[in-house]
């Protein structure tokens, strides 16, 4: 009752207080473009790629480590610092580029949601608007509280992929040495959809958003050692989510040799392989991770744009405080959630379209991040150290390379 | 008139006629009003480091070209105080604080004009059209609409906020910021990073660096003392409410609290020590020790003479509650009671003895339903023995039922 005992619990309660940031954005990770290349890594090349989750996760640990210690050494945002140390040009150029990337994000997040609806038989013209609505109602109406909440509880649906996966019944022996031994195979779908889930796992994005969830939550250098823990467990839980995929359809779809376009594909397909359950939970997965991620893209994409411009922002605001804000707000959803409700529109495309932007952009957030992280006029004792940096530029290096790849790719073959 | 965004890559000319360099930067003294060029950074081609050119050497300055009235490497090197800044390195694209506005806004350029042979730095530029003009695409801002005319922000309502690198007299430069109501201190603080908020509180004195820390998120607050010395923190914490710093100390670490307290005035730390015992959902967490208590053997004259003596430390005066030599809570009576009430009537004979008063472990929710209930501005707060410990005030019990200031204000990335 005293509050000196509070004191005591309040130090073991810092680390989870800390916790959020990581998990969140690990979560909205695996979003509906992540779960559609996982499905298909694991449908049409079995066990074959999970080695290549190990290197994934060194990567993203890094990259994502890079931006929480910015943001809570400096305190603002990727935006921010971009426009207080390479001016205005960069920043508007990258801002645009973040504009439509994102948008290309949103429109598949809405394409995976209006998927996962129709596996349950809920036309897309019932879907689309209503998830736009819950998306604009959560953001205008809720609380912070309350809608951190919401995703925390609903980055827990993701172990739905996990019962799916148990319920597959793969080999899990089998599994293990997959992960660990590396195996490649030099043709070119297989590299692509090597590029695929590197470019899936690791978008821009996610540098911009952790960085300013960590800047929100008030996490000082001094803790940062604590908030570090939360970004790895979220790269480790973000790949184990795409670990289950991947098992999930190589145990059963790969097996039987089942080709698939997407994810809603792989949720039919499993359920006369796997069961019932299998299949719902996946496509409930798929519903959950694509309205998760509908509802941080939009808005943080506007945040993080009128942040680097000079914009006022917020939720908070009226509209004719902040018109920018707003427009680019509304505009994001409404053309995300618009453009699937053509019929004709494919959906597929859609999904390359916006990884192929992720993968443009990614080198170019990469380059400002390693110049800002190493410039001790920001980082003061933080900077990066020598073999860090060895690491970080190395990783940065071949996923640039990966990307370009993948975009000569299609002229390649 | 110029924007400094364009004066950058000017060619400047020395003495011999000849192109030595181009303009990188510009040195501005914030001495003044509105803060005049010292010097200029001029790039050369021949020199690794920039050369500061001081102002007296500048024979002709337009945005096409510099001339200067010496020859540059003859030209002794200004050397920079600790009152200027780099106009385009430190301010262009920096964020400023608006203190008309009472925001934080973001430099899109700088407006500056030619004031007697000098040129002075006179207002910012906010607008979107300086985006465009930057960028070299004034013509669609033209074509879009003519409302996206420059939006200036005279120099005289704004309020650097210290960058990491800036060697610059902090006093000097946040003198602005400090007249603004705490709360609007608090909201622009919760805007900035952690090395600016140190600076900035740096820059207040103790009362008002005070009042901004109640006005700031818990979390923050915590943070914020945590951070300085202890001496100032210390007396930072004499001057907030008992209350306020019961809570805040509550926040810190143990051994810096106790750090605090030992350090405090023997008075206030016991204040602080008493409240710190009770837990901080209940009465006792919640309330006050700076109210009016009457003995109960005062006339009403004596009681208006002792308000007037201890006025200035009570939290508030409408209520004014009466005790025996014990400190037993006898009764209560309001401002407007003693004031209709004859000089010479005892305190007793007009008080209300049936108080509606809580017990110090009374949950802050059924103190807050209780002050809701039956329209009070406080409650007092007694211990199992009816002694009187402190009250509770309606703006604390507001905070329970309504989320305070810090709660209503949405994390950035959603507000």
């Not at chain 1, 359920?271 to 997965?285: H, K, N, Q, S």
């Not at chain 2, 208006?304 to 004014?320: D, F, G, H, M, V």
């Amino acid at each position: 009752m005293h509050r000196h005992r509070r004191l005591t619990r309040q130090r073991i309660l810092l680390l989870l207080a800390l916790i959020g940031p990581g998990i969140i954005t690990a979560s909205v990770d695996n979003d509906a473009g992540g779960i559609a290349t996982y499905s298909l890594a694991g449908a049409h090349y079995g066990y074959s790629l999970l080695w290549t989750l190990i290197p994934i996760t060194v990567a993203l640990i890094v990259i994502q480590e890079m931006a929480a210690r910015m943001g809570a050494v400096t305190g603002k945002g990727l935006a921010d610092l971009i426009r207080e140390n390479f001016g205005i040009r960069a920043t508007f150029y990258l801002m645009l580029a973040l504009f439509l990337t994102n948008l290309a994000n949103t429109m598949a997040e809405f394409a995976g949601w209006a998927a996962a609806m129709e596996i349950f038989g809920v036309s897309r013209y019932l879907s689309l608007p209503l998830g736009a609505l819950f998306v604009w109602w959560l953001v205008v109406k809720g609380t912070y509280q309350a809608v951190e909440k919401v995703f925390l509880v609903a980055s827990g649906i993701y172990f739905t992929y996990v019962v799916s996966a148990y319920l597959c019944r793969p080999s899990w022996g089998t599994v293990l040495t997959r992960i660990v031994v590396p195996e490649i195979h030099w043709n070119g779908p297989y590299i692509m959809m090597l590029i695929g889930m590197v470019g899936t796992t690791i978008a821009p994005w996610m540098q911009f958003y952790l960085q300013s969830a960590v800047v929100e939550k008030g996490i000082k250098a001094r803790h940062y050692r604590a908030s570090r823990w939360d970004v790895i467990l979220g790269c480790f839980v973000t790949d184990l989510v795409a670990m289950c995929i991947i098992v999930a359809c190589a145990g059963t779809l790969y097996k039987h040799q089942i080709r698939i376009e997407d994810a809603r594909d792989a949720a039919l397909a499993l359920v006369p392989l796997a069961g019932r359950y299998a299949g719902t939970l996946f496509a409930i997965g798929l519903a959950n991770a694509s309205l998760f991620a509908a509802s941080i893209l939009p808005l943080s994409t506007a945040y993080y744009i009128c942040e680097g411009m000079g914009w006022e922002g917020g939720v908070s605001k009226s509209f004719r405080e902040a018109p920018q804000f707003f427009w680019i707000y509304t505009l994001l959803i409404v053309l995300g959630a618009g453009t699937i409700l053509f019929p004709q529109v494919p959906l597929v495309p859609i999904m390359y379209l916006s990884q192929v932007m992720n993968g443009i952009l990614l080198p170019f957030v990469l380059l400002f991040m390693l110049r800002l992280i190493n410039n001790p006029e920001i980082m003061g004792e933080h900077t990066n150290s020598p073999a860090y940096n060895v690491v970080a530029w190395s990783i940065s290096l071949a996923l640039i390379l990966l990307t370009l790849l993948l975009l000569l790719f299609p002229w390649l073959t | 008139m110029f924007f400094a965004s364009r004066l950058q890559n000017t060619k400047v000319f020395d003495l011999s006629g000849r192109q030595v360099g181009t303009l990188q930067d510009l040195l501005v003294s914030l001495q003044h009003e509105y803060p005049p060029v010292t010097a200029l950074v001029v790039k050369t081609p021949r020199r690794k480091q920039p050369k500061k050119v001081p102002w007296s050497q500048v024979l002709s300055f337009e945005e096409s070209e510099i001339f200067l009235s010496g020859y540059l490497e003859r030209i002794e090197e200004h050397t920079q105080t600790e009152q200027e800044m780099w106009l385009l390195k430190e301010i262009l694209d920096k964020q400023i604080v608006d203190t008309e506005g009472r925001k934080l806004i973001r430099v899109q350029d700088v407006q500056l004009a030619r004031v007697n042979g000098n040129i002075r730095v006179m207002a910012v530029d906010i607008s979107t059209h300086a985006i465009l003009r930057r960028l070299g695409l004034a013509f669609l801002s033209e074509r879009l609409s003519s409302r996206k005319a420059p939006h200036f922000i005279d120099w005289s309502n704004v309020n650097l906020v210290p960058g990491k690198v800036s060697q610059i007299n902090l006093k000097v430069s946040l003198e602005k910021l400090g007249l603004l109501h705490p709360a609007d201190i608090a909201d622009i603080m919760h805007e900035l990073s952690p090395e600016q908020r140190r600076a900035v509180l740096q820059s207040l004195d103790h009362e008002v660096a005070a009042d901004t820390i109640e006005e700031m998120a818990p979390s923050e607050q915590a943070t914020a003392l945590a951070a300085m010395e202890s001496e100032r923190a210390s007396d930072i914490l004499e001057e907030m409410a008992p209350d306020n710093a019961a809570d805040l100390l509550a926040d810190l670490p143990q051994e810096k609290a106790r750090e605090l307290l030992d350090l405090m005035e023997k008075e206030e730390a016991h204040e602080i020590r008493r409240l710190l015992a009770y837990p901080e959902t209940s009465a006792g967490g919640i309330m006050t020790t700076e109210y009016m208590a009457i003995p109960a053997t005062a006339t009403a004259r004596e009681a208006i003479e002792l308000i007037r003596k201890e006025e200035p430390e009570a939290e508030t005066i409408y209520y004014l509650y009466v005790v025996d030599e014990e400190g037993h809570l006898m009764g209560v009576f309001s401002l407007r009671d003693l004031i209709v009430a004859p000089p010479e009537a005892k305190v007793t004979s007009f008080m209300i003895t049936n108080v509606i008063k809580v017990d110090a472990m009374t949950p802050q929710e059924e103190v807050a339903r209780l002050i809701a209930k039956y329209n009070l501005l406080a409650i007092p707060v007694v211990d199992q023995g009816n002694h009187l410990l402190g009250i509770v005030t309606v703006d604390d019990a507001i905070d329970v039922v309504i989320p305070t200031a810090w709660k209503k204000r949405f994390p950035r990335i959603y507000s």
